[in-house]
């Protein structure tokens, strides 16, 4: 069992940074795969970015690539999402996810871990 609790949501103008972080449980955490997800109100959660367990891989979806960067601290157990260039259309609750494994998986059906989510909104 891994529990999740993300921070460092807000409020934000375009143009804006912002670090989101997600503290798990547990004393294995280099062996869960991390994600952050997002969903945005009447949308469906879509998938962010990802980091393998010990963080050698790394994925983004398209419209985050270049403006996002997903890093992880095992000592500490946690994972960051650095967000630049935030543009209105970021505006989600953004969630972090964690799964057993040393890859980058991308699916929401993936991670059967869940944190409570942040609120990032971005005003134009």
């Known amino acids: 069992q891994v529990q999740l609790v993300e921070s460092g949501g807000g409020l934000v103008q375009a143009g804006g940074s912002l670090r989101l972080s997600c503290a798990a449980s547990?004393?294995?955490?280099?062996?869960?795969?991390m994600g952050w997800f997002r969903q945005a109100p009447g949308k469906e959660r879509e998938f962010v970015a990802t980091?393998?367990?010990?963080?050698?891989?790394?994925y983004y979806t398209d419209s985050v690539k270049g403006r996002f960067t997903i890093s992880r601290d095992n000592a500490k157990n946690t994972v960051y999402l650095q967000m630049n260039s935030l543009i209105p259309e970021d505006t989600a609750v953004y969630y972090c996810?964690?799964?057993?494994?040393?890859?980058?998986?991308?699916?929401?059906?993936?991670?059967?871990?869940w944190g409570q989510g942040t609120q990032v909104t971005v005003s134009s």
């Open positions: 547990g004393r294995t955490f280099s062996s869960y795969a």
């Open positions: 996810g964690a799964r057993p494994g040393n890859y980058a998986y991308t699916q929401v059906n993936e991670y059967p871990y």
């Open positions: 980091i393998s367990g010990r963080g050698g891989s790394q």
